[in-house]
């Protein structure tokens, strides 16, 4: 999802993790689904850079959650 959101939109890793105060490789680890610990401050900074609505990222978080979860 965030991937998605981050290329229509133009930006590349570096920009976004720069704007985020974070690594590329972290954001990419992110958008793949493979970082379940970021920070829920990330989380709010990357959908408000992306401009992603409040309910993409209830569904993000939830789905993150439930990963998780059978992990």
Known sequence: MLKEYRLKRGFTLEQVAEICDISWRNLQRIENG???TAKFE???KLFKT???PEK????FIKLTLTQS???
């Not at 993409?56 to 569904?59: G, H, I, N, V």
Request: glycine share 0%; with cysteine.
């Open 34 to 36: 493979q970082y379940k």
């Open 50 to 52: 992306l401009n992603i």
């Open 69 to 71: 979860d059978t992990k």
């Open 42 to 44: 990330t989380i709010c």
């Open 56 to 59: 993409e990222m209830l569904k």
